[in-house]
Structures are given as C-alpha cells and as structure tokens.
C-alpha cells in the first residue's frame, strides 16, 4: 500500500511523463513534413521586387497553411529563360512564375495583349484596369486558354527607351535604330510602327549586345536596368513611358487542381496580399533606381514628345485587338475612369 508521499510522487512523475509526451508529439507535428512542396521562379536577383515578393508570398502560404505548403523560389534565371519557364507551368512541371505574359505568346497569342504600347493614361488607370472588370476578363480568357491561372497582376514599373551611343529626342531617332526586344511578333510590329529595327534577343545577352554594337538600345524599365547595369552600356533613357508594365503571378492550373479546397483558398488570399506588397516594393524600388542611376550614376534621362509614337503605332494596337477578338477588352480599359 501506498503512503500519501509516495503517492504524490508517483502522480507528479506521471503527470511530468505526460507532459514530455505531449511537448514531443508537438514538436513532431511542427517538423511534420509539408503536404506540398512546391516550386516558383523568376530571372531576378534576389533583391528585385518580384523576389521580395515571392519570399512575401512564399510565408505567407506556410503560414496559413500551418506548414502544409512549401514553397522553393529559383532565382536569377537558374530554371530558364521567361519563355521556358512559362511552358514549364503550361505543362504542370513548374507550379508558380513571375513573367512578362508576351513569353508564352507562341502559345497563346492573346498573352501579347499587355505589351500593347500606351495601353493605359497612368499608373492609376493601370491599377485599376487589372484590379477590375478588364483583368478578371483577361485572367478567365488566359486560363481557359492556356491552363495557366493570374493569381495577381504585379509590376506597374514604366518602360522607356535606352540608348548606347545618343540621346532619342524624338520618334525620328528611332529611324534605323536596332532596337533588342523578347522574341514577340507584337512587339515587332509595334516597333516596326516607329521605325526601329526590332532584334529579338534573350534577355540575358542583352548587356553583351549592346556593348559590342550588335543592337543600339533596349527597351525596359528602371528597376531592370540598374539591377542588370544595362545603364553601363546604355547611359541614355528617353522617357517614352509606352509601357506600364503588367507582370503577372502565373499558377499551373494542374498544380492548383491537385489542392485540396481550403489550400486553394489559402493560396489565392496569400497571392492577393502579396500582389498589394509587390507592388507597393516595386513603385519605391523604381523611384529608387531612377534617382540612383541620375545622382550617382550619370545616367541620362530626356523627355520626349509621345504623341507621334502614339499615332504610329494606334493601327498596330486596333489591328492586333481585332484580329485576337480582343478588341472589348481593348474598349474596356478605355472606359476605367
């Protein structure tokens, strides 16, 4: 028979046993290992934007998915160029990207839509074109498409015009001048329009190109050129603002099906608040990388009179909208007050 002593240190022994069991089951279910693990990509370093936000998005899923979804981000380009790895989340290999959508116009012509020049009056009228009606329209036509889902529409940088050797002052410096753009028949008529010599070169061997002459300039926004030093070569930018650039989060459709309702829910509410965070972080990074290259780096930037490239290229934008069936789209942005 037990004395009282004795039995109350045989219950705070179990209840000490019980304890340890109980803290080790805990820390068993925190290291459980996630349900899905899945991959995302971009060519960036690691301090762009879409990097940033990425890792936003990243734990925010783990988060809300109490550990159930991994997410493994690949930067710098190391799975592929934006043409690749856009075909690797069509076919379901890869489950996330960041891209600029006229990568996967060899399969979808319609993704060529947002490269479009002076598509959009401002960065509010860009904002609110994707946030409303016209991107939840562009979003259903690109998956019915595609297989690709838009999680969100990230970027809002605006592109301009860079030169290696003078300054663009105007749309007659365009004459003759060989202009690298991503490999886009768009883009190539567009630029055509304004009397370039569109050259379509990857990306990544655009700084070599331009510092050995193969093409005189590029296309892009400040963010990109201070992160690749595309300004080493090219030190002009004439403020052509043609584009507000639309970069979308793209989901593989066949990875969002194999998700269990309630992780689909947490993927989409994780995307949208990443959205805001991206693009919130690329506004500043580009006010940032505009003042840098101009104080510290001498960079050149020049205004520009935009009217002519607009009515040069205004039979390119109709056209393509006509001939995609894209053209109540088109109308439709115009009417976002």
Request: aromatic share 10%; with cysteine; hydrophobic share 45%.
């Amino acid at each position: 028979m037990l004395t009282r002593p004795l039995l109350m240190k045989c219950i705070a022994a179990c209840g000490g046993a019980l304890l340890l069991a109980a803290s080790a089951g805990a820390a068993a279910q925190a290291k459980a290992p996630p349900e899905f693990t899945l991959r995302t990509a971009h060519y960036f370093k690691e301090d762009h934007p879409w990097h940033k936000g990425l890792v936003y998005f990243a734990k925010k899923v783990n988060d809300d998915s109490k550990g159930r979804i991994q997410i493994d981000i690949f930067s710098g380009g190391i799975l592929g160029s934006e043409a690749q790895t856009m075909q690797f989340v069509k076919d379901g290999s890869l489950d996330f990207v960041v891209s600029d959508p006229s990568a996967a116009a060899p399969f979808a012509k319609e993704m060529d839509f947002f490269a479009l020049p002076f598509l959009f009056r401002d960065y509010t009228h860009w904002q609110k074109s994707l946030d409303g009606e016209p991107g939840a329209r562009y979003a259903k036509l690109v998956e019915e498409k595609t297989g690709i889902k838009i999680l969100g529409y990230w970027g809002g940088s605006s592109r301009n015009v860079l030169a290696t050797k003078k300054p663009v002052m105007s749309m007659d410096d365009m004459k003759g001048f060989r202009l690298r753009l991503i490999s886009s028949p768009l883009k190539v008529n567009v630029w055509k329009a304004v009397g370039a010599i569109p050259t379509p070169i990857a990306f990544m061997e655009t700084y070599l190109a331009m510092k050995s002459g193969v093409v005189d300039g590029m296309e892009n926004e400040s963010v990109a050129v201070l992160d690749m030093k595309f300004y080493e070569p090219a030190p002009y930018i004439a403020r052509t603002e043609h584009e507000f650039t639309v970069r979308p989060m793209f989901m593989a459709k066949k990875t969002f099906d194999k998700l269990p309702p309630d992780l689909q829910q947490v993927v989409i509410k994780a995307a949208q608040e990443a959205t805001v965070y991206e693009r919130k972080v690329e506004l500043d990074a580009g006010k940032s990388a505009e003042a840098d290259m101009q104080n510290k780096l001498n960079v050149k930037f020049n205004a520009i009179d935009k009217t002519p490239f607009k009515t040069a290229t205004k039979p390119v934008i109709l056209e393509f909208a006509k001939n995609m069936g894209l053209t109540d789209l088109l109308v439709s942005i115009d009417d976002v007050k």
